[in-house]
């Protein structure tokens, strides 16, 4: 049978289905509920589906409701072949975190307690988090729950919710930098002169995207340091005196983040226009010294040389 040009076909393949009728559910929801059957069937759990399909009900030595719309929105991102792990990571989760007081999937119940926690990235490289780059090498982690007993949050939870996942990352921001004004202080590290911020959360690090609010951040921005998730170090970028900076704030790190049980990174980085750089300074062994090799990105580079051709003040 031929369809008249403009005709919406899914209009017309609807009105031939059964009055009374419910919808015929995508195919990949169908799978994807077999899939979960079988998961939890292999957990010693017998399941039921809620009628709009969002929960699931896990039946067995204990009852749970497990959210699912953020499921099927990470499932509809994902290659099929990932689906088993998707699926037995997600019911594995939600079995693990049913004793907590709240519902992660519910933004409403858990809006105070997002915070963020910058993390290495190759600590975490291969978990399933709610994150963004920093830098290269840190990730900005989104996180349910306070200080130390905070915990990452994962796709499949932050999928429920009626926010993208950038806009609760800023939300998380802006609770972390209201729980406490940080402690500022001025430090000399051999010679060289730094800002240093103290709290006494692990929050800290959010604090770098409101640097401004602590102390003077000239137009060339400022080198960081983030040895710890307390602890953050700046040093504004006004001269060549920039060059011995790196290496006391990198030999500093390096040494906190032996030191400590919580070390963050030992390495240093350039803070300018709401972006953090990476300036990769390696400890370098050498005919029985130790000296510091720097490789600063081209940007930097560039600040650099139009600030040795600065006169001096």
């Known amino acids: 049978m031929k369809v008249a040009e403009g005709t919406d076909v899914g209009l017309f393949r609807r009105s031939r289905e059964p009055q009374g009728m419910p919808p015929r559910r995508p195919a990949g929801d169908v799978d994807l509920d077999s899939l979960l059957a079988l998961v939890a069937d292999s957990l010693g759990y017998a399941c039921s589906f809620a009628a709009d399909g969002d929960t699931l009900l896990l039946t067995g030595p204990e009852r749970h409701a497990v959210r699912l719309r953020g499921l099927r929105r990470e499932a509809a991102r994902s290659a099929r072949e990932d689906w088993p792990k998707l699926v037995s990571e997600h019911l594995a989760h939600a079995l693990a975190v049913a004793g907590e007081p709240l519902d992660a999937c519910d933004l409403a119940q858990i809006r105070p307690l997002l915070r963020t926690r910058i993390r290495p990235a190759d600590e975490i490289e291969g978990d399933r988090v709610v994150g963004r780059h920093l830098a290269a090498d840190l990730v900005e982690v989104l996180t349910v729950g306070y200080g130390g007993t905070g915990r990452a949050v994962r796709p499949e939870e932050a999928g429920c919710w009626p926010i993208p996942a950038a806009q609760a990352l800023d939300l998380a921001l802006r609770n972390a930098r209201d729980d406490e004004r940080l402690t500022v202080s001025r430090s000399d590290l051999g010679g060289v002169t730094v800002w240093r911020l103290t709290g006494s959360t692990s929050g800290v ?18 080198l960081v340091a983030l040895p710890a998730p307390g602890v953050l170090l700046a040093h504004p970028v006004e001269g060549i005196g920039v060059v011995r900076a790196i290496e006391r704030l990198r030999v500093f790190a390096q040494r906190q983040v032996e030191e400590r049980e919580d070390g963050l990174s030992p390495q240093v980085y350039w803070w300018r226009a709401g972006r953090l750089t990476l300036i990769r300074a390696d ?27 600065r006169p001096p003040r």
Do not use: I, T, W
């Not at 690090?205 to 400022?222: F, T």
């Not at 029985?288 to 990105?297: I, M, S």
């Open 283 to 309: 400890l370098v062994a050498q005919d029985g010294q130790v000296r510091l090799v720097v490789a600063p990105p081209p940007e930097f580079a560039s600040v650099l040389a139009a600030l040795a051709a």
């Open 205 to 222: 690090p959010a604090h770098l995207r409101c640097l401004e609010d602590y102390l003077p951040v000239p137009q060339d921005g400022a």
